[in-house]
């Protein structure tokens, strides 16, 4: 057997008492790894049993180690009949397959019971022997790194970037499933548990395996969702982009068991980086692009460039001497490495998408806007539900469209790219988005970001050199008046629409750029990327947010999914709408972090989009949005000044200073925007398709024609938060460079029924979450809110369940000791009923405890020294006394706190104590008030690291 798992059980705590009689505990553990079982001895009458058990070992396949998780159960011995049950805990084997992972897995667990929480904890010990499989149709992926990071990890630097990834798994749900109808709670959630985390395991080791095949070592932005279908199934959906990392010191991290099947023997550690670095690159000290190459089965250790076609669209190509490596200035240049993947060769790709959301420098070079597929389906029209092939041809119908609407706009990938579905009884939503975007997989190192571009006109900055060198003058100068005007170029370029206006697919404005005065820009950009670093932008960001509610008709089969087809264009419609009408009305051009989200039910339609709103320099100014209609009552006109109003408030409190400068032939008057057009006589075309004299050009036009229209105005007027306190759903907030630590991560479940179908209702109650944690927070002031997310479902009919999950960063300045006071104790505990410390109770910890928390992919004050895996946990709970526990609100919330413990205890079994990126992908609350039953499914993320705060 090519593996061998060793289990030792330590020791128990704080048992529950299973025998009245004497008010203790008869406990011992069974160890249940596929088919094989062990169990330790009856340590009699104690709730802190010492089992301190020998060595159990299991000899299984690599595969199944993979696959299935590790179950250990507790329960309490009975002679004369069965055992009971206390609880059980299971354990994720991948991060021990790591090259540099986690030797053992050691540690206090929580024993967790579904139908009442956690009953005390266990401690015990895991290692993994794992001898290395060479054979080409092995079925293991042992080794591949997964990265719930929508980035290059900090320890990390990319050699290569490879392309999309793609897989899912179909497997029955054991909630429907039961023989004979009788459904047994316990028994049922732990099938269920018991599944998910084998189909999650499963899932990974075939992007595994895909990833060996195209030649990485890992995956970045790795999103993994449940499809629960119900009688259908449930699918385990599984994205994100292929790359290989190195660490920055040079050494390359593959995994000694991470041995692509089409291969005889393993690559060696030179093979990895190409043996023609330059010095240039190395004492540069930035991290280069390496040229992949492969060792030959019969020639081992000579590199061997291959031509390889996935069949998950990717294609790794060897590096040719010709190609983009030459500059226009011609002239002997040293050679550079160019990546896996030529710049050339991404139109071959099936799908140039990537789940990335932050770029290396130099890999973007135009953001174009958002795309977006949506798609309706019947799932009682699937001929085999227990096959993917269904499945696979409906997302590859969704991903063709995506694709083509990128092409459409002059893009050739599709970057910050997401998936996602909505269920109710037959009827599935399939949605995907993402942002068209230009790209150069050259990176940093590529030839192309070493010369000046033809807009930045190269013979006349040398005739200028020529001259200044005839009068003997320093060139100096010159050198960094060149250097400033590349900068300025690479922070325009992003804004620069890659297709001419006149062959536009679609009506668009353009304007000229206000930096560099010669490319096109939009008048507004839409995004689902972090804002780019080299991006220059004016003042603070803004959270924003636009939220749609319709009702329709019960209604069955294809008349309703005709229906919900049918509202789906105008609700993205109207979405977009209220995000341009409230751009507008904060000062701003530009939406960063969009997330998209469109929900169904019964008798109900629910959509809510939230971005970080930003003010590009490169991009026009604005235009006043202006009310119109068939009659302007004297209300209207109020409703006119109050916006006048609040733009200018908005411009004060998001620090708007825009000057005349940064616009060529702008207006005098402070409330006319410019138009951001250049009348430099030095531009090297004028805009003669525009007419600038007549009619009214500087307006954003709000028509109102109907008596529903009339509800615009206050939907369009959010609150705004509090003094000191800044929100965003960005990594970072734009404008702000001050944040010197985490002090709160926060998670808000409300649940309530609609009374109405408008959107003021919607708009209210997301506003009142908002104002409740402002309210939590007011302690913490100065502060910002990162990383917001809400997350819509609808339970029942006209119930509403909305999740909001964000992180509290502290704004200020670092201590006498040179880095920033934190709280780790604190700072995964819910907001909801909790007490929060304040200000000036957060300090450093002082144990080794304290697990920080955090939806973010760094830690503020901190360095990340090693990162230990990718933690995917899925927890059941139910109850049958909900009134009891406090209501709907007192289990959910005991159920969160027990779900974070129980993460906790991972990130510190791993060594680690930090756990970031962290997301909670999946939560869904029934309940049935006159049973006093209630149900939560809970399933949560993130990445394991080991942190060294006060760096």
Known sequence: MPAKVKVKIVAGRNLPVMDRASDLTDAFVEIRFCNATHKTDVYRKSLNPQWNSEWFKFEVDDEDLQDEPLQIRVLDYDTYSSHDSIGKVYIDLNPLLWQDGPPSISGWFPIYDTMHGIRGDIN???KVDLFTDVNRYRQSSCGVYFFGTAGCPEVYHLSAIYGFVEELVVNDDPEYKWIDKIRTPRASNEARQRLFSKLSGELRRKIGLKVLEMGGNAILGYQQCFDLEGESGIVVRGIGTVVALAKKDGDAPVSPHSVSPIRDCPLPEDSVLSSNLTSDNQSSGKPAMAIKTFTSPTKAGVPAPMLRRSSDSDISVS??????????????????????????????????????TTFPEGFLIHLCGVVTSRSVKLLDKIHNPDEPETRDAWWSEIRTEIRSHARAMGCNSVIGYSEQTSICDEIIILSAMGTGAVINLGGESGPSFDVCTMSLDRQTFERERDKLNKLHIDTTLANQLHRE?????KSCSMCHVPYNENTAPFPVTLSKCALCRKQRVPDVLFTTVEPPSKLRTIGKGSFLQARICRFKKEAKSESNAKEISDNLPFMEYELHKQLMCK???????????????????ETLLLAIAGATAVYIEAMPSPHLPKLIGKELSCSRNLSQKKILDLIHKNKELYDLYITDTNYMGSSSNPETPNTGLSTNNDSDEEMTDLDLVTGNKESFILEIDEEDDEGLNSVLMDSQPPKGISVCNTNCMPGLDNVVSNIQMFTRVWRGELMSNNCKEVSKICDNILKSLFFKLRHMIPCVLMRLHFDVEIPDDDIVQITCN???MELGQANEKGFAEHDHENSAKQLSGSKLKTKNEVSIPSDETSIDISPLPYIAGAQIDKYLGNLNIFCIRESTSIREDGGLSGFMHSFVSEMLAVVRSHVQSLGGNALLSYKMTECILLDNPHKNQGQCLLNVCGDVVQATYGS
């Open 124 to 126: 015990l010990i895991v």
């Open 583 to 601: 751009l507008k009305l904060r000062g701003m051009n530009a939406l960063f972090g969009l997330h998209v989200q469109i929900v169904v039910g």
């Open 485 to 489: 005007n590349l900068d300025t170029m």
């Open 806 to 808: 964000g992180i509290c």
């Open 319 to 356: 590096v040719s001497s010709s190609g983009s490596g030459g500059g226009p200035g011609g002239g002997t240049k040293p050679t550079i490495p160019k990546p896996a993947i030529q710049p050339q060769h991404i139109d071959i790709m099936e799908f140039p998408f990537f789940t990335l």
